[in-house]
């Protein structure tokens, strides 16, 4: 399973890289927003660090103007995703740039036919948004074994990154669901090596060694 850290946070991802078992980074326009830099600059900052794909949002909301700014984004780095929203406009635009060779992210996936039509348009990452959907009373898991089962019916070769993780269980549940690709914020990675077992076992190993030999 790959591992993703989702933040346009420079200090994150280099805390995340430095474990050294992160494989990309996602970003959206929000997050862009929340630290205050001009995109294209952070996401060539960000390429420097990661050398794994990292997914770079369009503004524009039709097809053409995605197409565009798709364009424009995938110069930055060989390692870029166009990440473009799963609408009627998103899917033409998928279309053009996986027709062109350039990989997309189909994200704000919501149910599973939006994930069988990208599949259908050559996404390379279809993100279906799991806490979210747990945010309005739903499932996010039943859509991550929904999409799951629909492409490995047909063999669709996109991946399926979620997204809008908020915590530990909703990994494990990703993982046992078959995502291929979890995106979470930092503070939450953390937490998947973290537990009081672990702590207080590892205290006891040390303290029983340094009473014998300290
Ligand atoms: O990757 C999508 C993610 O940024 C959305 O997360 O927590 O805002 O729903 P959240």
Do not use: W
């Not at 991550?144 to 909703?170: E, F, G, V």
Request: with cysteine; aromatic share 6%; hydrophobic share 45%.
């Amino acid at each position: 399973m790959e591992l993703y850290i989702d933040t346009a946070n420079l200090d994150e991802i280099r805390e995340a890289h430095d474990l050294g078992v992160l494989d990309g980074v996602t970003t959206n326009p929000s997050l862009i927003a929340k630290e205050g830099v001009d995109y294209g600059k952070r996401l060539a900052e960000i390429c420097e660090i990661v050398s794994g794909p990292v997914s770079a949002e369009v503004l524009a909301v039709d097809a053409e103007g995605m197409i565009v700014e798709g364009r424009e984004r995938a110069k930055i780095a060989p390692h870029i995703v166009v990440k473009l929203p799963s609408t009627i406009d998103g899917l033409k635009a998928c279309k053009a740039l996986a027709d062109e060779g350039t990989r997309t992210n189909m994200t704000l996936c919501f149910q599973p036919l939006q994930a069988l039509m990208v599949a259908k348009a050559g996404a390379f990452l279809v993100s279906p948004f799991i806490g979210r959907l747990d945010d309005i009373g739903q499932d996010g898991m039943d859509l991550i074994a929904q999409i799951r089962q629909i492409y490995d019916n047909y063999n669709y070769q996109t991946k399926i990154l979620a997204a809008s993780i908020r915590h530990p269980l909703h990994m494990v549940n990703c993982a046992l669901a078959g995502a291929d690709v979890a995106t979470v914020p930092l503070k939450v990675i953390k937490q998947f090596m973290s537990h009081p077992l672990t702590d207080t076992g590892l205290e006891k190993f040390i303290a029983d060694y340094q009473k014998t030999f300290a």
